[in-house]
T-cell receptor, first 111, second 114 residues
Framework: QKEVEQNSGPLSVPEGAIASLNCTYS??????FFWYRQYSGKSPELIMS????GDKEDGRFTAQLNKASQYVSLLIRDSQPSDSATYLC???????????FGKGTKLSVKP | DVKVTQSSRYLVKRTGEKVFLECVQD?????MFWYRQDPGLGLRLIYF???????EKGDIPEGYSVSREKKERFSLILESASTNQTSMYLC?????????????FGDGTRLSIL
């Protein structure tokens, strides 16, 4: 069974700190990786995607991918209380754009 | 921006009823998906479709069916609703092609079966 694993948290960080969210996956053939943010009671919202080994930065967010270690992470710099949400890691499978989702890490940013 | 619209945000139905959940996207996407999301279980794929009149079973298709008569619309049908189908239902769509195309989600329908 192809899986995506995330620490469920909650991960608690103070305002202004760096939040580090981690995800491992089992299918070595996966090509694309996505991070979604989901506020309580809302639907998932895409915040980052990454396809190549290394880092990809977008504003306060940095996604990191290491295919050899089957590991993808999301760093949030200068964390804000508005970043408090559940972060879902998703990994591509197959050729039709299907995704396998992790169960999410709940992040809490304390003022 | 991609707009995926689900017909209801909240829905209450009774056991044994036939329930229809509708999803419409405005980006001419070929691929559409239905998920349910439950606490502790995460997002689970029910059905997906990669073209009009095409459908494929996901990981948990039992008790559900789907309809894709037009490209923009993908309907999820609960043939005979049961209490264990109480859940948040999420529709998503994406452009076809390379795996780097992300899925975009609707606002979700919180369905309660009494």
């Amino acid at each position: 069974q192809k899986e995506v694993e995330q620490n469920s948290g909650p991960l608690s960080v103070p305002e202004g700190a760096i939040a580090s969210l981690n995800c491992t996956y089992s299918d070595r053939g996966s090509q694309s990786f996505f991070w979604y943010r989901q506020y309580s009671g809302k639907s998932p919202e895409l915040i980052m995607s990454i396809y190549s080994n290394g880092d990809k930065e977008d504003g306060r967010f940095t996604a990191q991918l290491n295919k050899a270690s089957q590991y993808v992470s999301l760093l949030i710099r200068d964390s804000q209380p508005s970043d408090s949400a559940t972060y879902l890691c998703a990994v591509s499978r197959g050729s039709q754009g299907n995704l396998i989702f992790g169960k999410g890490t709940k992040l809490s940013v304390k003022p | 921006d991609v707009k995926v619209t689900q017909s209801s945000r909240y829905l209450v139905k009774r056991t044994g009823e036939k329930v229809f959940l509708e999803c419409v996207q405005d980006m001419d996407h070929e691929n559409m998906f239905w998920y349910r999301q439950d606490p502790g279980l995460g997002l689970r794929l029910i059905y997906f479709s990669y073209d009009v009149k095409m459908k494929e079973k996901g990981d948990i298709p039992e008790g559900y069916s789907v309809s894709r008569e037009k490209k923009e619309r993908f309907s999820l049908i609960l043939e005979s609703a049961s209490t264990n189908q109480t859940s948040m239902y999420l529709c998503a769509s994406r452009s076809p092609g390379q795996s780097y195309q992300p899925q975009h989600f609707g606002d979700g329908t919180r369905l309660s079966i009494l």
